[in-house]
């Protein structure tokens, strides 16, 4: 296999940077465009109830998603400091044990969700009518959800290996084959929800299968090592597993926050708006993945550069690659607004007619949801850097304070204050207050910590 020559040790870190997002962002602009066209089809094709199904079971593919990513980040983290150290044993030692606790964590999930399918729908908040729907959802994307632990963990792990380009293909494969068996099971094959939850599901096994792959056959550093099955080595399993969860945190809230924002969000909608907000509003929660991943395309493509060099003590390089990061996450921010002021007619028109209610409503709010685009892109690329040197406790607050401390009020004040903007308002103002919280923070430190 053709690798990437990456040296994140030595390299010029504009190059190292180029070479990490590029892959990094087209892999999860395919993610992203998966999500669209799910809904697209789903909505179209099957209904508005099995939407609503869809969004029933959602958190819980959230919660996967984050955990996956969690302790993908920490053990990539990890894995960067102990490479720099040149201890090549500790790292595969990482990510044998990120997979294996990840397995254990997983296999409960979804035996726990076989037993008792009823009381998790309706925990979930499922309706007497909605719960056919939902079952059926769920239980045929049960298969998948191990596999989609195996990509998340992947992703992260790939990368630092050296081979971001593999691991953007291996993203767009995945997400190719799920809008292909979308189209191919709601449409010709009239599958129903059924078929729409067996193509994500597929297309998760495809995925993970493919990051097996390569650990085994084409990897460069990192390999799955054998463990002891030892007290001492289930201790240090153990003490692994607490210090990547640690680091990973911020990663797992940043998960939950979206479904905070989602139903903190509905409610307001709905009381100020009728269904026709909640529907405009709904438009924004389409998008919003499409901000978060662009934002965290930058952050997860700094992240093995800036691990690395703090690992081996070149404090310069690290701040060098904050530096590139914050100017990438800026550019890509403003882009994102500029777009969502000028194509909220364009962007509407995907989900709406034109002549709904909803839709002169969103075309309204979306270019102020777009101010939090910028101010989102920065906060999550100095999170990130604070989780790439090992700031857990820094990178878990501030996502705390964008995620939910600064949002949840802000739903319920700020129209109070400023009417039916207040509403679109809500996570740009959040976004800011948190930007203003880390410029403070930082200003503080000064002549302090380097980082």
């Known amino acids: ?30 993610n992203s465009l998966l999500n669209l066209c799910d809904g697209m089809f789903v909505g179209h094709g099957v209904g508005s109830n099995a939407l609503a199904a869809i969004n029933i079971v959602a958190p819980l593919f ?3 998603t984050g955990t996956g990513l969690m302790f993908g980040i920490g053990a990539s983290v990890i894995g960067s400091i102990r490479l720099s150290e040149g201890n090549v044993k500790s790292a595969r030692i990482i990510m044998t044990q990120s997979y294996i606790v990840g397995t254990v964590i997983f296999g409960g999930v979804i035996a726990l969700s076989l037993v008792f399918t009823k009381p998790v729908l309706w925990l979930l908040g499922c309706s007497q009518v909605l719960e056919p729907l939902a079952t059926d959802y769920l239980l045929w994307l049960l298969p998948g959800l191990m596999f989609l632990y195996l990509q998340c963990v992947g992703m992260m792990l790939i990368r630092l290996d050296g081979a971001p380009k593999f691991a953007m293909a291996i993203q767009i494969v995945a997400a190719l084959l799920n809008i292909f068996l979308d189209w191919l099971m709601v449409y010709p094959m009239d599958m129903g929800i059924k078929g729409a939850s067996m193509a994500t599901s597929i297309s998760c096994i495809v995925g993970g299968l493919m990051v097996l792959g390569y650990f085994l056959f084409f990897a460069k550093t990192l390999r799955f090592y054998r463990l002891r099955m030892s007290m001492k080595s289930m201790l240090l399993t153990l003490r692994n597993t607490v210090y990547m969860i640690k680091i990973g945190m911020a990663t797992l809230i940043a998960e939950l926050a979206i479904g905070v924002m989602m139903v903190a969000g509905n409610y307001v909608f709905m009381r100020a708006l009728g269904e026709s907000g909640v529907a405009a509003f709904s438009v924004g929660c389409y998008l919003f993945p499409l901000i ?25 390089r690290v701040s060098q690659a904050k530096r590139v990061a914050v100017i990438a996450g800026a550019i890509c921010g403003a882009v994102i607004t500029v777009v969502m002021w000028i194509g909220a007619p364009l962007l509407t028109g995907i989900f709406l007619e034109s002549s709904e209610p909803a839709y002169l409503l969103a075309v309204g709010g979306l270019p102020l949801l777009g101010l939090c685009a910028i101010f989102f892109a920065l906060n999550i690329t100095f999170i990130g850097h604070y989780q790439s040197c090992e700031r857990s406790l820094r990178s878990i607050v501030f996502m705390l304070l964008r995620g939910i401390i600064f949002v949840v009020p802000g739903f319920f004040l700020l129209p109070q204050l400023l009417g039916t903007a207040g509403l679109w308002l809500a996570i740009p103002v959040s976004e800011l207050l948190t930007l203003l919280a880390i410029a403070i923070f930082r200003l503080a430190l000064t002549g302090i910590d380097i980082t």
């Open 292 to 316: 978060f991943s662009i934002s965290n395309a930058v952050a997860q493509a700094a992240q093995p550069i800036i691990s690395y060099n703090y690992g081996a003590g070149h404090h310069q």
């Open 1 to 30: 296999m053709e690798r990437d020559k990456l040296d994140f040790g030595n390299g010029k870190i504009s190059r190292l940077f180029r070479a990490m997002f590029f892959p990094t962002l087209v892999g999860m602009l395919f």
């Open 62 to 64: 959230l919660v996967c």
